[in-house]
């Protein structure tokens, strides 16, 4: 379904009387320019959430849009910093298409793996082997001012990016996640009451959830960008685009608390 961004923007703005609200970056897509948005709240430890990278998954942009203040105030009793980057891909979410407007595919330009000299990938198995990683530079547009901002800030102790699933058909919930699962599964049981974890099952042709309803890939994503930069805790959360959006918006919230609570355990930068 396609939103408006312009009223998206407003609300964003609205939330600098709670956070520093920054422009990372303008785009322009079939003659609109959109604004970039980065919102910022310090702390001892940083959190850094995206979302946004597909058009057509709006529960994260939303949720991030209409609970900003309840997040902030979570955040702020556990003396977390946030770093918010709430629509990474405004065009394609005033389109409601997975793609900008341009039909560009924003998400996976993170990273290049040599898994031998010369020869680059974008994606890497679980158990393949490499011999380094970089930082892309290439890209379409929003991903290169996401990417250069993210990369210009020092490793947080926690990060997390919001998605939807727009294929499995009805409401459920599974997740990529790195590092300790243990730290996860009480996330996943706690979503659980909002919509079916697929758990043991494939949720496309290459990746298949655990019994907690968990995913290890290596896809040269933002996520894979902060597992490689050392962050303890990172994970892309995944709801279905048919799940209700309020069920969405629960499920999110359970995630955003728990990652705050995981950022401040410690590790990252202060």
């Not at 009223?7 to 970056?25: C, H, K, P, Q, T």
């Not at 709430?86 to 290049?112: A, M, Q």
């Amino acid at each position: 379904m396609p939103r408006n961004y312009q009223e998206f923007a407003r609300r964003i703005r609205d939330y600098s009387r709670l956070a520093e609200v920054n422009e990372y970056g303008r785009v322009l897509e079939g003659g609109v320019e959109y604004p970039l948005f980065r919102l910022t709240v310090p702390g001892e430890r940083w959190l850094v959430i995206t979302s946004g990278f597909h058009g057509e998954e709006p529960a994260g942009p939303l949720t991030l849009s209409t609970h900003f203040e309840e997040i902030v105030a979570y955040a702020r009793e556990r003396g977390v910093g946030l770093r918010v980057y709430p629509c990474i891909n405004p065009s394609g979410f005033e389109d409601g298409t997975r793609y900008n407007r341009s039909g560009e595919k924003i998400n996976n330009d993170f990273l290049r793996y040599e898994t031998a000299p010369g020869i680059w990938k974008g994606e890497v198995q679980r158990d393949e082997s490499f011999l380094r990683w970089v930082l892309f530079d290439g890209g379409p547009k929003e991903t290169r001012a996401v990417r250069t901002d993210i990369a210009r800030h020092p490793a947080p102790a926690a990060a997390l990016d919001i998605h939807q699933d727009n294929y499995i058909p009805g409401a459920h919930t599974y997740a990529y996640t790195f590092g300790d699962k243990a730290a996860y599964v009480p996330l996943m049981e706690a979503a659980a009451a909002y919509a079916h974890v697929i758990r043991d099952d494939k949720v496309d042709e290459n990746n298949r959830a655990d019994h907690h309803g968990l995913i290890e890939y290596h896809d040269g994503s933002v996520t894979d960008y902060f597992v490689r930069s050392g962050v303890p805790y990172t994970a892309a959360l995944e709801t279905t685009t048919q799940t209700p959006l309020e069920a969405s918006h629960a499920i999110n919230l359970i995630w955003v608390r728990g990652f705050i609570d995981l950022a401040a355990r410690g590790g990252g930068s202060t």
